[in-house]
């Protein structure tokens, strides 16, 4: 049973900063990918970042978030941070970790239980 654990969610102004974490458990599978989604109300879920467990860590960003946030891994941890720096009010959403992972009957995809980030003075 994968388990993922985040934390770090929380109500910050415009202009400031947060850094999510997100630990992975229970797989006996390697992860491939770990990333984070967003989720604004009424909308779809979305991509915000994503990287991989080897190749040197492999990023990958939405548009509206490159340059102000930043994804990282501790392989040795299974654990992904996003830090989260320029906050704008439009980047306030339920932010979800998700795990990418390759099994020996193919690939799933895992999620978190969600953390809400509110951007507001």
């Known amino acids: 049973q994968v388990r993922l654990v985040e934390s770090g969610g929380g109500l910050v102004q415009p202009g400031g900063s947060l850094r999510l974490s997100c630990a992975a458990s229970g797989s006996p599978f390697s992860i491939s990918i770990m990333g984070w989604y967003r989720q604004h109300p009424g909308k779809e879920r979305e991509l915000v970042a994503t990287?991989?467990?080897?190749?040197?860590?492999?990023?990958n960003y939405a548009d509206s978030v490159k340059g102000r946030f930043t994804i990282s891994r501790d392989v040795a941890r299974n654990t992904v941070y996003l830090q989260m720096d320029g906050l704008k009010p439009e980047d306030t959403a339920v932010y979800y970790c998700?795990?990418?992972?390759?099994?020996?009957?193919?690939?799933?995809?895992?999620w978190g239980q969600g953390t809400q980030v509110t951007v507001s003075s």
């Open positions: 998700n795990v990418f992972i390759i099994s020996n009957v193919g690939g799933a995809n895992y």
């Open positions: 990287i991989t467990r080897g190749s040197g860590g492999i990023t």
